[in-house]
């Protein structure tokens, strides 16, 4: 397994091109299964999950191809056709690879009338159930059966007659999956208490781009009127601001200077302010934003919550940088049960961090000494990278096939802002 080796303490400068959100993507491919006509989608990033979500597609009889790109494009460009679905099974074998595979069962109930997707268990940052996945789709009229490790949902009468939803806890997922099924019904859906994450209106503006009827877009409460049929479109994937916000961490911790572009700031303002409250400067700029630190950072107090609230997709990175600050931090983790797997790692590199149950006291100004270390998933493995940059002497980051989850090019866009950084593959 490939490892990634940094040498910490240089000073970050320069500019990181932000790619396409891995989030957005996950929920922008399933809907090529909602028409037979070809959906294209630019700015796809190159990630494993990506990868994994395309051979999905493939297995339902989704025919995909990658367009190369040209000169001074980023990301890439892939033409997707469900022209017919050949199987509407999405297989243990994939769904165990990547929970996102559960957001194929919402649009192929609703092309195919018909869905069946093994159910993904829980993952390393929590239990992370479906009920609510199930529930929206019931209420539109869905049956749904447990069997053998799989969901099926049917819709009775071929198309689901749509319906109301209140979400109890606001999902991302179930959201999406509840979206791409009501786009297709006959009648009219609400939901209330619906995500309303950026990469939520990026899925409501590409479904509407395929001929959808939604109003509500970036609020809580959307109202999705079902139509005969949509047709296909090019879209282009929003940037990613978890991404973004990681490399702003980076010139954090290391007291450098980074220009992130491509990002749209006003996606992540909880981020940003969480920045600007450490003592980080932030500058609009042409081309994105610009992240400088002057150290010794803030200490911050932060509770993760649904957008607009601050991302528990940042939670572990900005705790790394804030290892740097002067005095303690108080983190609060509402979103998953089990999100703080990166503390033991960061603590065999020399960080004073306590737990307890879902809050943590990061005492910061420790110094980091680098070392071995090995994270469970993908945003605590970059908590280690960050630590990793800040810490005297070499980090061995392992298992980093979580970091290729969610990062592109990741010790390329590092090393080109000044970073020590390279992968070691196993060969
Ligand atoms: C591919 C993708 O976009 N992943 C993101 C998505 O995950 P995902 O869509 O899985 O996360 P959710 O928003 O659904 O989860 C939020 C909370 O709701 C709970 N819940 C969720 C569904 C359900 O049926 N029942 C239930 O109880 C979860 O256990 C969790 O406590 O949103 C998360 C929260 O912003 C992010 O961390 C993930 O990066
Ligand atoms: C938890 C994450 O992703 P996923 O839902 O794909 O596991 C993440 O992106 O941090």
Redesign the pocket.
Known sequence: MDSIRITGGKRLEGKIPISGA??SA??LLPCALLTDEKLTLANLPRLADVDSFGHLLNGLGVSTSVAGVKKGEVGRKMTLQASEIASTVAPYDMVRKM??SILVLGPMLARAGESTVSLPGGCAI????????LKALECMGAEIEIAAGYVKATAPKGRLPGGDFSFP??????TENALMAAVLTTGRTQLFNA?R?P?IVDLCNLLVAMGAKIEGIGSSHLIIDGVEGLHGCEYEVMPDRIEAGSYACAAGITGGSIELVGVRPHEMLATTNALAAAGLAIEFTDGGMKVTAHQPLRPLAISTA?YPGF???MQAQIMAMLLVAEGQSFLEET??ENRYMHVPELRRMGADIEVHGRSAIVKGGNPLTGAQVMATDLRASMSLILAGLAAEGETEVLRVYHLDRGYERLEEKLSAVGATIERVSAG
Do not use: Q, W
């Open positions: 891995k989030n996950l929920t929970r996102a929590g239990d992370r159930p479906i009920d609510l996945h806890v606001v999902s991302v997922g179930a995500a994450e990469e649904p991302a528990t997709d979103i998953f």
